[in-house]
């Protein structure tokens, strides 16, 4: 069973650097079929993506981000990261990590969620 | 971008009621249309993916259709743990856009 799990601070300072990490188990992030992806969603509100990596280091940002936001993947600890820099309060939300399947373009699983505030 | 608007933002039902939630996107999206379900204080969850493929567990009870630019979520027989909120999803174009959601609530 795939299970995504982020992790992170849940605070950080308003112009500091959101850095969230994502944890898969039970299958590679290797694997060409898939690739992985970031999304948020403010409290009360709908969902934004942020973002996304493909197994070859590939990447696309939501270009309301793109200055801001990075996505890179580390194989070796099936891990991919996200750091969102020059926060505000605008970007307090949960974010989720999700992985993404080739063809659809569909997120078919996804980790719990985790709160980031952005307050001094 | 691609603007999904869904309709309804919110609707009443009973269970065993039939359900229908529609989906405009402001382009076509050919068959790049995928259908979340979310639950309080809950990641998501993938119902259906290409438009009318039901994700590998998700009751029949869920289908879904429609091409170019209009689609529709059916929940058929609805169940006490289908009160939700519903996304749709399109994944024709960066950037990947939402609906603003679609809110089922108990009669």
């Known amino acids: 069973q795939v299970q995504l799990q982020e992790s992170g601070p849940g605070l950080v300072k308003p112009s500091q650097t959101l850095s969230l990490t994502c944890t898969v188990s039970g299958g590679s992030i290797s694997s060409a079929s898939y690739y992985c992806s970031w999304i948020r969603q403010p409290a009360g509100k709908g969902l934004e993506w942020i973002g996304r990596i493909y197994t070859s280091g590939s990447t696309d940002y939501n270009p309301s981000l793109k200055s801001r936001v990075t996505i890179s993947l580390d194989t070796s600890k099936n891990q991919f990261s996200l750091k969102l820099s020059s926060v505000t309060a605008a970007d307090t939300a949960v974010y989720y990590c999700?992985?993404?399947?080739?063809?659809?373009?569909?997120?078919?699983?996804w980790g719990q969620g985790t709160l980031v505030t952005v307050s001094s | 971008d691609i603007q999904m608007t869904q309709s309804p933002s919110s609707l009443s039902a009973s269970v065993g009621d039939r359900v229908t939630i529609t989906c405009r996107a402001s382009q076509i999206i050919s068959n790049f249309l995928n259908w979340y379900q979310q639950k309080p204080g809950k990641a998501p969850k993938l119902l259906i993916y290409?438009?009318?493929s039901l994700q590998s567990g998700v009751p029949s009870r869920f289908t879904g259709s429609g091409s170019g630019t209009d689609f529709t979520l059916t929940i058929s027989n609805l169940q006490p743990e289908d009160f939700a909120t519903y996304y749709c999803q399109q994944s024709n174009r960066n950037p990947a856009t939402f609906g603003q959601g679609t809110k089922v609530e108990i009669k």
């Open positions: 290409a438009v009318s």
């Open positions: 999700a992985r993404t399947q080739y063809g659809s373009g569909s997120y078919d699983y």
